[in-house]
């Protein structure tokens, strides 16, 4: 038999015992919660940290397209320069292959374009000058309103073309130097044709 006070106890056990079952389940619940709220947490972190990731590497995609198409214009442009330049070099070559007379005709209409005022001289090459047609100087001169050119017997360190000369002025009407002047025109106008 039991004695009151060893109800007492027994109740206070059962008591105790129904508490701390009480006490651990809301502990486990709330460590669960806490568990739960982190895992939620973490997969926001996660999926903004991926967002974040996603953007940086869009960013980089984009700039290394911009990149390459930025290379890829160059190596284009630096190509139709080239071409350009090739077409020149080949203008250059033909006038340079000219026949006499065809060469003679087109310095005859350089000396009239690039005359000046008063008397000029006009200094041919040693090559030039050796095979001077006659009379190129009076038909330089017969085109000419404002001056006139006389032929120099002596010759400019040149390859083609001439040299004018007027005082202290030196006019150079090379072929080379024609070509260099107007260069840039010339490279718009051929790629305006080609491109």
């Given at each position: 038999?039991?004695?009151?006070?060893?109800?007492?106890?027994?109740?206070?056990?059962?008591?105790?015992?129904?508490?701390?079952?009480?006490?651990?389940?809301?502990?486990?619940?709330?460590?669960?919660?806490?568990?739960?709220?982190?895992?939620?947490?973490?997969?926001?972190?996660?999926?903004?940290?991926?967002?974040?990731?996603?953007k940086k590497a869009q960013s980089i995609m984009t700039m290394s397209e911009a990149n390459v198409s930025g290379i890829?214009?160059?190596?284009?442009?630096?190509?139709?320069?080239?071409?350009?330049?090739?077409?020149?070099?080949?203008?250059?070559?033909?006038?340079?292959?000219?026949?006499?007379?065809?060469?003679?005709?087109?310095?005859?209409?350089?000396?009239?374009?690039?005359?000046?005022?008063?008397?000029?001289?006009?200094?041919?090459?040693?090559?030039?000058?050796?095979?001077?047609?006659?009379?190129?100087?009076?038909?330089?001169?017969?085109?000419?309103?404002?001056?006139?050119?006389?032929?120099?017997?002596?010759?400019?360190?040149?390859?083609?073309?001439?040299?004018?000369?007027?005082?202290?002025?030196?006019?150079?009407?090379?072929?080379?130097?024609?070509?260099?002047?107007?260069?840039?025109?010339?490279?718009?106008?051929?790629?305006?044709?080609?491109?």
């Amino acid at each position: 038999m039991m004695s009151g006070l060893d109800r007492i106890i027994e109740k206070i056990n059962a008591d105790s015992l129904a508490s701390c079952r009480e006490i651990a389940d809301q502990a486990q619940k709330r460590a669960q919660d806490i568990v739960n709220d982190a895992d939620e947490r973490a997969e926001q972190v996660y999926a903004e940290i991926i967002a974040d990731a996603e953007k940086k590497a869009q960013s980089i995609m984009t700039m290394s397209e911009a990149n390459v198409s930025g290379i890829a214009r160059r190596a284009e442009l630096s190509a139709k320069v080239e071409a350009v330049d090739a077409a020149i070099e080949a203008a250059y070559d033909a006038m340079c292959d000219m026949g006499a007379d065809e060469y003679f005709a087109a310095l005859e209409k350089l000396a009239v374009r690039n005359a000046g005022r008063g008397e000029g001289e006009l200094r041919l090459s040693k090559r030039d000058l050796d095979r001077v047609p006659a009379g190129f100087a009076d038909r330089i001169n017969a085109a000419l309103t404002d001056g006139s050119v006389k032929l120099s017997g002596q010759s400019a360190d040149i390859d083609n073309g001439f040299i004018l000369v007027y005082g202290d002025i030196e006019i150079n009407c090379t072929f080379r130097a024609l070509i260099n002047e107007q260069k840039d025109i010339v490279r718009e106008k051929v790629c305006g044709v080609i491109f």
